[in-house]
């Protein structure tokens, strides 16, 4: 028996802990042969990962519904369109827990996190130049894990989400429209952070950004922010509620070299108010680079 590898289990543990107990028992006792009776949720994981022959026989369970997995992979930051039958989640999560069959090292050295939880970069080689794409990445892969995580329902440990990752004088425009439209603006670190942490915590957003398909555009100037904008999709617990597309101004600390966010754009699309083409294909952001340079000018 092959069995899993320890990142399969590990991701197997955290997309089932999206079941129900009594669907999770059910597999439990189907992969044992009811041989081993399970008194808890943590004993149930333990057998259907120890006793499973692979990753993709645990996804394949019938009590393992399509819905648990996109749950999953949204959480996960992995981009899948809500229209995705449960073989073709069931072949994303597999490739999420295998990874990049190859990792080329990127030419600068970007890294968004220092230990006070601020956005950090190191320039390239040469002086002066920044790969302002590879820090609108990493600065996703930051940002989006963070505010997630203080979604409730997620039940993952919470990161050091707070005013810390803001400028003082930081803004926040926040517009949606769905049954309702309705636009507001908040000024200052601490009412931007609270107001982005309110999405997850109380509203229970999860925020699943579009990466690597169009949805991520970066511009920077020599003097001025550098500008990422990041396209998406909503949901909360296992339903698509509908797309989002924010737009962040990142400046560079005078000592250091940390990045805070000073402006924040959100603007939410529900499913109602999206068209049906809209609907069927991947976020992505519309705006030019042009216009991406102009925006915080």
């Known amino acids: 028996m092959a069995g899993l590898s320890a990142p399969e289990r590990e991701g197997c543990r955290r997309l089932l802990a999206q079941l129900d107990t009594d669907d999770l028992f059910s597999v439990a006792e189907t992969v044992t042969n009811r041989l081993i ?9 333990d057998a259907i990962v120890t006793y499973s022959k692979s990753a993709e026989e645990v996804l394949k369970r019938r009590k393992v519904h399509r819905s648990a997995i996109f749950k999953y992979l949204a959480a996960e930051n992995v981009n899948v369109l809500p229209s995705s039958e449960k073989n073709q989640l069931i072949q994303c999560a597999l490739d999420h827990w295998r990874g990049p069959s190859v990792r080329h090292p990127a030419s600068p050295d970007v890294k968004v996190s220092s230990g006070n939880g601020e956005k ?5 080689s040469e002086p002066g130049t ?7 990445e990493h600065f996703c892969n930051w940002f989006y ?13 919470k ?20 049954a309702e439209q309705a636009a507001e603006e908040h000024f200052g670190s601490q009412m931007a952070s609270l ?9 229970r957003l999860i925020f699943n950004p579009n990466i690597d ?5 970066c511009v920077s100037s020599p003097h001025g922010p550098v500008v990422v904008a990041v396209a998406g999709t909503i949901h909360r617990d296992n339903v698509w509620l509908g797309i989002f597309e924010q737009i962040f101004g990142l400046v560079r600390c005078p000592v250091g070299k940390n990045w805070k966010i000073k402006n924040v754009d959100l603007k939410i699309l529900g499913q109602n108010a999206l068209t049906s083409e809209e609907s069927q294909r991947l976020p ?4 030019h680079s042009k216009e991406l340079e102009m925006y915080y000018s």
């Open 37 to 45: 009776h399970v008194f808890s949720r943590e004993e149930a994981f």
């Open 120 to 124: 950090v970069e190191k320039e390239q």
């Open 130 to 136: 920044l790969n302002c794409q590879l820090l609108g």
């Open 145 to 157: 894990p963070l505010l997630n995580s203080q979604n409730p329902s997620l039940r993952q440990e």
């Open 159 to 178: 990161g050091d989400w707070g005013p810390q990752h803001f400028w003082e004088n930081a803004v926040l425009k926040l517009a949606y429209r769905a």
């Open 195 to 203: 107001r982005l942490l309110a999405l997850t915590r109380e509203e």
């Open 213 to 217: 398909s169009g949805g991520l555009k």
């Open 284 to 287: 992505a952001i519309t705006l």
